[in-house]
């Protein structure tokens, strides 16, 4: 059995000000045919057309805070949708304000979108549960920035476990049996043999998870919720060299970014949000790996398997 | 004495949602090196750095309408000026919802702009002046569409009358007397010899205009409020194979604005706001071109003297 789909695209990767070459903040998240865009900075619209993303596919879109480049590119997108005929509803998970917001915007326009939008409201105290269903859940949790702000955890569910096909047919197991031997438990088949779980199963893919954490002060309070995630995202606005100011400005550098992902114990670090006052952001690669090896940086249009 | 600067350069060309190679609606007009942005779709900021104009030099925003491809970049671009440290004022012409709509984004992101906003609302009644230096003129004037919707005419002044300067060193005339010369009157010099203006002045350059028309219905009323403008840009969403629509959805055809174009004598016509539906826009040029012969298309980065 191959594992279900679990893909990020990276669509923006610069902090503030977009530039020719870098985009505000923006993720496209494929969990398991689940399409997520996470933040949405101005133009994501277009690069989901440039990197040839399906836009009507996106189901769920997670607003972390109201910086402009993390959600300037919302207004768009959606009147996008609404023109080009969509009609399944659009589940907008963020700040309460957000949907004030959008609707005095459409408002304005006199705008009456073609589909609806299902808001969830984010807060930042603790985790909470945002979304679930059979093979995904999603949570938010508290960052700490200069206004409201949380991150986003994506984690598949466990997997069924894996049947041996020759024992299955051997011990002539029927479709209720498989279904109980999938969820880890012990059956008797119709001779009346009773077959434990370990006999004819092989454990499942591990269920992965996806971290996302943009944008926050260096806090070690957030490694409680990304504990042992296969990919965070952290923001690393400046190096180590400007480290005053991101402490000012309620933002990482690179080195305290690392620095989160070996206190998780995560398995691989993507960096962004790069401040546009750096030329080359392989600085900040270099300034992470003396703390924390397996990492990379975030570049607009990179596809990364978690 | 070179002419003054009226140049425009088209930042985006398309109707409703931008694409991969077309922006949505917005064009930077230097009109005596002020700096006016006309309308400002998503990604506008990225357009101008795409194309290297300093979008700080911008001192004039004007807004036709609040239908989204027409201002959901102002936010970003604003944003931007304010991050890259602008102090001077930014003035900005549109309806007054516009204000409403910016207020409450600054407020939700906690955003306190380093630079003050001069808002100038328009409405959609008569010609009416938005802005007067010692150079140009700025008027908006109603537009017909779904919502209230003005275009925007600039206007040269009148420039000073060209002297010789041979005759003027064989006078002698004194500074004060060219001034009254320059602007058209008679002097009696310091030998008391009357010098009639004719007889040492030439016509400046005639006082150009551009006219902006986006979006409209065909609309005959806007003739008067564009008389014998240099430059015309007026939408046309569709051909004439979808007048029907055109006219529903209070767009234009391409052979409707050249009919525009014809009845107000302008001298030059440029098409924009091409639909998307519509892969090669050169046929919006055939088609007008059968009716006004000194027509182009808009594309993203072109620029066009007036």
Redesign the interface.
Known sequence: MSKQSFELLILGSTA?????DR??SAQLLNIAERYCLIDCG??T??QL??FKAKFQAIDHVFISH????HF??L??LL??MH??GRKQTLYIYG?E??K??MD??FE????QLNYSIQWVFTNAKGKNLLFEDEKIEVYSFPLKH??QCTGFLFKEKNLPRKIDKFLMEKHKLSQADINLLKNGEDVMNADGLFIKNAEVTLDPPKARTYAYCSDTIFDLNVVDYIKNADVLYHESTFLNDMHERATKTFHSTAQQAATIAKAAEVNHLILGHFSARYRKIEEFLSEAKTIFEACELATDGKKIKI
């Open positions: 503030a000000s977009p530039s020719s985009n505000s101005e133009a619209q277009i057309r440039k109201l910086h402009g480049d300037f590119g207004p768009g009147s996008s023109l080009l700040p304000n957000l004030k917001m005095l915007l304005v326009s006199e705008t200069r206004i």
